[in-house]
């Protein structure tokens, strides 16, 4: 990648016998905003740590903007905004409050601070709340403050564990909006996530994380589009027993069984089938559902492990 | 320096996540400087003495009169009562006649209620150095010559004594407690992550944060100094030496309370080891008396504490400079000074190294 802010080449980190982060790779562009997909555990915020510097490798190599942040922990930390997976703000404080003290730690030039406080507060849509203690904020609002901050210092890169843990659908895409207008203004994020979802919304490419190792890299579409399938789910009574018998020479790839009732069946093209199914099914059964999905990346998580990203 | 007192205005603007603490380190040591005042120090303890009807009674009650402390306000009190033999509160001397017999060699008889063996020895005191005068003076030149020399030329009231000994104890107490709320709740809230890795100086950093706990530890001793000065009309001789005094009192409990809290990483925790610090380290150091005072182990153990320099730095402020020799000695106020400096010293740079390691440090 000619224009990369970060590279990760076989990053390696162990917890006495547990390896966290297995030989990770991956590499983000300016402006982009990177994905770490995975299930709790899978390494996501370790890797997070590796990047800040709060954590040492146990082998490979990392670079933030062209530095190391295990030996140049405080060019790098300069020049990145981290937003933990916990709220952490004085909750007692008012935002103003909060944002000054984040000022007087990591802003280069004080000058202009209050401006730039001013700006972000309104960004956030936190202004008219700015003086309230932030013990009564929203969670919402409580993240969109943590991004503030995180931003007050303008740095290039800003390191996202979990941005919308906790705060309901419509804060969700507020924040999701935040970090998209960040990046048209140059910022690079990564995002860490467990939320198939968020990640298929936001983020321009994302690496598939599962027990510390990188199953698959590639924008959201391209890794669903690789799966080259479509998600059948019937539900019917009773159930069916023996779908790969029932179904064979459609073309089916794989089968499992999310319930007792639910039958979901990995197909080429389900269109073309599945007329051929209901018939097959015969007038013993009743059909209660029939629902083809394309793909996603929960899919191309169970693709790619056996299980699914919640599991 | 705009970036300091930026993180200095922070510090205080963190006054509103521990109230509490605030509140009792403000008000704490002036309310017990108040209520140990009242119960300890005021009371003048009559001696009650029968009314007498004897020659030598009234000789007797005119040379307990005459006995007391040499400088200051009398702490018993001679008191003549009718008393018809009933029941006795605290002490009565009753002239009487030696097992029932003719008042020709009359007995002066102590009778004593339910009182501490302190007060005990203090009335009996009393009455045998009255006794000893009434005798001295038919010994002619054969009679003994008390004389007391006072250290100083007053009276060390320990109202006063115990208002200067609390200055130091506010001090320690809210550096202490609040900069072991402070930091641990840095570990509760998570907001530890913004030092960790904030790319500000340690040294910014702990600075503020000792500068802010210095300053709030002044103005509670600042309330003691107040309550001392209202209740007892004495004020300390030069202000700001007493404020150097108690400067590296509060660096010291600072750091304290923060590296307690960077261990522990808990409120309540932290919190405790602040005041039982405090408390401990002042009841050794000198709370009830110059540390000499209570012999040469204690003593020993008593400069182990900030408190025992800060109350003997401190003692001149309050009582002026020493007259005379005395077996009640203090320390060299050079040595108690550099000893004080080199206690915040070492404690800072503790705590740096402490800091260093639980929050900055690679992991």
Known sequence: MADSTIRVAAATRRFG?????????????????????????????????????????????VSVLGHDPQREA?????????????????????????????????CRDLHGVDARIESLLRLMSLWERRKDPVRTFSGGMKRRLVLARALLHDPEIILFDEPTLGVDVQARHVIWDHIRARREEDKTFVVSTNDMAEADALCDRLVIIDRGRAIALDTPEQLKANLGRDIVTLRTTPAIDEPELLFTGLGVQAVSRPGPDQLRLEVRNAASIVGEMVARMGSGRRIESVHIARPTLDDVFLHHTGRGLRE | MRRFL???RNEFALFRTAIPAHAVAALQPAVLYLLMTTILVHPTFDMNMARPETVLGAELAAALEQVGSPVGEPYVRLAMVDWDGGTVDRQVIRVEALDGGSLARPVAVQHFGLIDSNLVKNFRNRLTTAALRLWDAELGPRSVTVEQHPWLPH?????????????????????AIIGAMLTAQEFEFRTVVEYRLAPATLGLILGGRLV?????????????????????????????????????????????????????????????VGLVGAFAGWIVGGAFGLPSSFGATFERVSRLTPF???????????????????????????????VLLLMAAGMVALTAMVYQRRVRRQE
């Open chain 2, 6 to 8: 930026l993180l200095l």
């Open chain 2, 308 to 338: 025992a320099h800060a109350i003997e730095l401190l003692f001149p402020r309050y009582f002026g400079d020493r007259s005379s020799a005395s077996a009640v000695t203090i320390g060299s106020p050079v040595i108690s000074a550099l």
């Open chain 1, 17 to 61: 016998g547990l390896v966290a982060v297995d030989e990770l790779s991956f590499e983000v562009g300016r402006g982009e905003i990177f994905g770490l997909l995975g299930p709790n555990g899978a390494g996501k915020t370790t890797t997070i740590n590796l990047l800040t510097g709060l954590l040492r490798r146990d082998g490979g190599e």
């Open chain 2, 212 to 272: 802010r706990l210095a300053l709030t530890a002044l103005l509670s001793a600042g309330v003691v100094w107040l309550a001392v000065g209202l209740v007892t009309g004495v004020w300390p001789r030069d202000p700001w030496l007493v404020v150097l005094i108690l400067l590296p009192v509060a660096v010291v409990a600072g750091c304290v309370g923060m590296t307690a809290a960077l261990l522990l990483r808990r409120t309540i925790p932290a919190f405790l």
């Open chain 2, 155 to 175: 009276d060390v009231p320990y109202n006063v004594y115990f208002g200067m000994a609390v200055l130091p104890m506010a001090t320690f107490l809210a550096a």
């Open chain 1, 74 to 106: 405080h060019e790098v930390r300069r020049r990145i905004g981290y937003v933990p997976q916990e709220t952490n703000v004085y909750l007692d404080l008012n935002a103003m409050d909060n944002l000054w003290h984040h000022a007087a730690l990591y």
